[in-house]
Nanobody
Framework: QVQLVESGGGLVQPGGSLRLSCAAS????????MGWYRQAPGKQREMVAT???????NYADSVKGRFTISRDIAKNTVFLQMNSLKPEDTAVYYC??????????????WGQGTQVTVSS
């Protein structure tokens, strides 16, 4: 079994910064991709940023230049550094991990979500 544990959300003023972390643990064979998604009240879940095993990253247009995704392969952990936060970044942020477990079954896991609120 594989678990994801997220941390780092909270309340921040506009223009501030937060760093989210998501650690995967358990029966992991390989991870091919990790990412962050968010869902604001009354809206659909949307991709924020993703990163592949090779380090290739992809960002939503709304966060380009402000957010940076990175990963620690040895620790199966993905980070999201969020700078210049805006009120419209307020949402529940979810970590996603894609790969295979040790029985070679496909993995597509979601974290429990962490609230990010940007408000003065």
């Amino acid at each position: 079994q594989v678990q994801l544990v997220e941390s780092g959300g909270g309340l921040v003023q506009p223009g501030g910064s937060l760093r989210l972390s998501c650690a995967a643990s358990g029966s992991i064979f390989t991870i091919s991709g990790m990412g962050w998604y968010r869902q604001a009240p009354g809206k659909q879940r949307e991709m924020v940023a993703t990163i592949t095993t090779g380090g290739k990253s992809n960002y939503a247009d709304s966060v380009k230049g402000r957010f940076t995704i990175s990963r620690d392969i040895a620790k199966n952990t993905v980070f999201l550094q969020m700078n210049s936060l805006k009120p419209e970044d307020t949402a529940v942020y979810y970590c996603n991990v894609v790969g295979r477990d040790k029985s070679y079954s496909a993995l597509n896991l979601w974290g429990q979500g962490t609230q990010v609120t940007v408000s003065s």
